[in-house]
């Protein structure tokens, strides 16, 4: 009887020591994830106050500058008004600067941002009458980009490049026919006519039509006279110039929308007379990349760790 009590007294404390050494493992652990993800954070929130342009070292010397424009032209991505416009002002100031090239790679986007980088570069060649500023196409610059580009000195494309798009669109979807067959009721309730104005879930009427149609042709107008101002007497306007039309860089060149065929590196050197290129495009904060990288996934099991328990 003796031994058996012993056996169960010995085999309840070796339970307890092993359960006491799992939690004292586990306790260590959860400090250890903690204090990483501590760490992690720390080092994320001091990427991003570091700023978010990144620029290239600098060359002594003379060089051509170059910004980047590349995707869609919005206020929050690197193509925004924002970056760009920065990213020019620091390649104008530079007293090496010896021209600069804006390199367009875009389908077009905001018109408020395309107008006020275009405005910018109004601008900066009137504070700094030295300097050229030169577009350079890749692929595309279409639509908004465009718009853009007709504010430097001279374009220049690839014969392949897509150039132009000159016009201004409003998209969505109605679905007040599906809803009909659903049996589905929109109940919405607006203080004012036309505040429900394009509800993708109630029909449209015909003033409301007709003052959206009036609202892009206003826009549409704004970046007419853009590349009019912008290119001025090289222009060989047709019919269809303004049509929303995109056309090949080869048959850019011969409207006037844009001058010749030349790429990055042939305008730095043979236009310019700088083949030193140095980079002062906007650059994605590390800490975003970062965050990309590791994804919601990644930043939710974070939170969980970071709960009080």
């Known amino acids: ?21 799992e939690s004292r493992r586990a306790r260590h652990w959860s400090i250890f994830f903690k204090s990483l993800t501590f760490a992690f954070l720390f080092g994320v929130l001091y990427l991003a106050f570091k700023g978010s342009n990144e620029i290239s ?11 980047e424009l590349t995707g869609v032209i919005s206020a929050d991505t690197p193509a925004s008004a924002d970056e760009i416009n920065a990213s020019l002002e620091d390649a104008f ?10 390199q367009i790679d875009s389908p077009g986007g905001s018109p ?19 300097i050229p500023i030169y577009a350079v196409v890749g692929e595309m610059c279409a639509s908004g980009a465009y718009y853009i580009a ?5 374009i220049y494309v690839d014969k392949a490049s897509m150039v132009g798009s000159i016009g201004v669109l409003m998209d969505g979807f109605g679905f007040t026919g599906a809803m009909q067959k659903l049996g589905v009721e929109r109940r919405l309730l607006t203080a004012g006519k ?9 029909p449209m009427s015909d003033e409301q039509k007709g003052y959206a149609m009036q609202m892009l042709e206003e826009i549409h107008q704004q970046f007419i006279h853009a590349v009019r101002a912008g290119r001025g007497s090289r222009l060989k306007e047709t019919p269809d110039m303004y049509s929303g039309l995109i056309w090949t860089g080869q048959k850019s060149i011969e409207l006037g929308l844009s001058d010749a065929l030349g790429t990055t590196d042939y305008v730095a050197e043979k236009v310019i007379g700088a083949k030193d290129i140095v ?5 994605e904060n590390i800490a975003v990349r970062v965050a990309k990288k590791f994804g919601v996934t990644m930043g939710s099991s974070m939170l969980q760790s970071l709960q009080l328990r």
């Open 279 to 283: 980079d002062y495009s906007p650059k």
């Open 57 to 67: 070292p600098r060359l002594s010397g003379r060089h051509t500058a170059l910004v």
């Open 1 to 21: 009887m003796m031994e058996k009590e012993n056996w169960e007294r010995e085999t309840l404390e070796k339970l307890a020591f092993h359960a006491l050494q």
């Open 93 to 102: 100031k530079d007293k090496d600067t010896q021209g600069v090239i804006l």
């Open 150 to 154: 007709v504010a430097a000195d001279k």
């Open 112 to 130: 408020v941002q395309a107008g006020q980088i275009n405005d910018e570069i109004v601008k900066l060649r009137k504070e700094y009458p030295g």
């Open 194 to 202: 036309n505040k429900g104005f394009l509800d993708p879930y109630s």
